[in-house]
């Protein structure tokens, strides 16, 4: 199944050719070079995750995740940073990152964590329908 | 060197001077990170390409001169960062030098360019009429003109451009940094920490021209 996935990085020689390995690999890449893009991207798209620098102008990442958390709580967010402090890391986990790597990534880990991205959110979609159904079932009484 | 002098010059400004080399250093090993994942990311890909041709694929070669290019960018960027780096780790070898100032200025501007770029800045040092030399430590001035630059950095809208200039005049030296947006009389309270032991130990002042914007560094 094809993934569909942000990448969201203000290097945008990282971005090109990042997007074309990805897409090598039969995901589906849209790409933002500011916080503010993505944003505005996780908004309107449906994505398995969120690949997100750490640092960016404007607004880091950390609060970038913050509001892509606050919007849609479900979707998997996969830091991925120059460097992070250990601080940042606790913090990220906390604010609800799939993941933190660091920079430069093994593309194999990285496809790794969005697959389990995918796996996770597949599970949400499965449990919420479960749910919805049960809620049918009991208004309806069937 | 006379190490005893030189300490009695660094103890003076207390930990500033670490933290101004902390800050510089992180601030490159982040460039050089993004740098090696540009490069590792193209070598990637020509391992993807060369798999795929293996498997029978052919290999577009403007791809594979696309993938060289950017190697060679990214390995000119990492040498220009590392000559920076180079040249401020070296500010330290002497304390008593006399030094190009334009030369120090751009130096330091380089150096908080990717701090200027978080905040959408741009940082432009314009070259003075004549050469003008400064004499004394290289390392305390960097280290007053990047928290002069940190100050700006704060003061000012993202999408402009802080314009350095210097200027020699009959008591000396002034580097003026204009294009500040928020110069207010209490300035002084929001420049960072330790900036007045820089200012003691350089015999300088550190004055603002709210009209014309600027940030003025008046250096003997």
């Known amino acids: 199944m094809t993934e569909k996935i942000l990448l969201i990085d203000d290097e945008e020689d990282f971005l090109a050719v990042m997007s074309e390995r990805m897409k090598a690999r039969n995901m589906e890449v849209s790409t933002a070079s500011s916080a503010k893009e993505g944003l505005e991207k996780a908004d309107s798209g449906n994505y398995d995750a969120v690949i997100l620098d750490l640092m960016m102008p404007e607004m880091d990442g950390i609060e970038t995740l913050k509001r892509l958390k606050e919007k849609n709580p479900d979707l998997e967010v996969i830091l991925l940073t120059g460097h992070a402090t250990i601080k940042q890391g606790v913090e990220a986990m906390k604010l609800g990152a799939l993941d933190l790597l660091e920079k430069p990534a093994d593309i194999n880990s990285l496809t790794d964590k969005i697959h389990a991205a995918q796996a996770k959110k597949m599970l949400i979609v499965e449990k919420k329908n479960e749910e919805m159904i049960k809620k049918i079932m009991a208004t309806k009484g069937w | ?220």
């Open chain 2, 1 to 220: 060197m006379k190490s005893g002098e030189m300490h009695v010059q660094y103890d003076a400004i207390g930990g500033a001077g670490l933290q101004f080399f902390g800050k510089v250093s992180a601030s490159i090993a982040h460039e050089l990170k993004n740098v090696l994942a540009i490069i590792n990311e193209n070598a990637g890909l020509l391992e993807d390409l060369s798999y795929a041709a293996q498997r029978g694929s052919a290999i577009d070669p403007e791809r594979l001169n696309r993938a060289c290019l950017q190697f060679t960018k990214q390995i000119q960027r990492a040498d220009g960062i590392m000559k920076n780096m180079s040249r401020f780790a070296h500010s330290v070898d002497v304390f008593d030098a006399q030094v190009a100032l334009h030369e120090l200025v751009c130096l330091v501007a380089n150096l908080a360019g990717r701090l200027a770029a978080m905040r959408k800045l741009t940082i432009e040092v314009t070259p003075a009429a004549i050469p003008i030399a400064f004499s004394g430590n290289p390392f305390l001035l960097q280290n007053l003109i990047w928290l002069c630059l940190e100050f700006a950095f704060g003061a000012t809208s993202a999408g402009s451009t802080l314009l350095l200039a210097l200027a020699k005049n009959e008591t000396g030296i002034t580097l003026r940094i204009s294009g500040i947006d928020s110069l207010e009389n209490n300035f002084p309270s929001r420049m960072p920490a330790g900036y007045e032991d820089l200012l003691a130990a350089l015999g300088a002042k550190l004055s603002v021209d709210k009209d014309t914007k600027e940030l003025i560094l008046d250096l003997p």
